[in-house]
C-alpha cells in the first residue's frame, strides 16, 4: 500500500514538474517574442515555410470566437480542473495517456496565463502557413493529438 502510495507520488512530482517546465518555457518565449518583436520569414519559391511575428490573438484558434472572453476563459479552467481531478487516472495510464495530458495542461495553463495578463494570447509562429500559433498551442494539439492516436490503437480501451 505505501509503495504504490509512493509511486502515486513520484508520478505526481513528475507529472507537476514537468507542466511546470513547460508552462515557463511558454511564457518566457512569449515575454521574449513580444519584448523583441522580430519580423522573421524564411521562404522557398514563395512558399512560406516559417514566419516569425507577434501576433495578439484575442480568440481562440485561428481567432474564433474572439468576442467570447467568458468562454475564452472559463473553458480552460474547466480542462484544467478535470485534469487535476483525474491526476490518479492518469498516474495509472500509460506514457501516451501521461505526456497527453502533461502537454494538455501546460499549453491550457499557459494560454490562461496570456488571457488573465494580457486578455488575449501572443502567437509568433507560423509554419507552412498554418496562422499563427505559440508553444501552449502546439502542446495542446500534440497532447490531443496523441490522446486521439492512443485510444484509436488501444488494445484495452479503458484507459
Do not use: C, T
Request: charged share 15%; hydrophobic share 55%.
Amino acid at each position: 500500500m505505501a509503495a504504490d502510495f509512493n509511486k502515486s507520488k513520484k508520478k505526481g512530482v513528475l507529472f507537476l514538474s514537468l507542466s511546470a517546465i513547460l508552462v515557463l518555457a511558454d511564457q518566457v518565449l512569449k515575454l521574449l517574442f513580444f519584448r523583441l518583436n522580430p519580423l522573421f520569414e524564411f521562404s522557398l519559391d514563395k512558399i512560406s515555410i516559417l514566419k516569425i511575428k507577434v501576433v495578439q490573438n484575442p480568440g481562440a484558434a485561428f481567432g474564433l470566437l474572439s468576442g467570447f472572453k467568458g468562454i475564452l476563459l472559463v473553458v480552460p479552467i474547466l480542462v484544467i480542473g478535470a485534469i487535476l481531478i483525474n491526476l490518479k487516472r492518469i498516474f495509472n495510464s500509460n506514457k501516451a495517456i501521461f505526456w497527453s495530458f502533461v502537454l494538455i495542461l501546460s499549453g491550457s495553463i499557459g494560454n490562461l496565463i496570456d488571457r488573465i495578463i494580457y486578455s488575449r494570447v501572443i502567437d509568433f509562429i507560423s509554419v507552412l502557413g498554418v496562422p499563427f500559433f505559440n508553444l501552449a498551442d502546439a502542446m495542446i494539439s500534440i497532447g490531443l493529438f496523441l490522446l486521439i492516436i492512443n485510444q484509436a490503437f488501444s488494445k484495452d480501451k479503458k484507459d
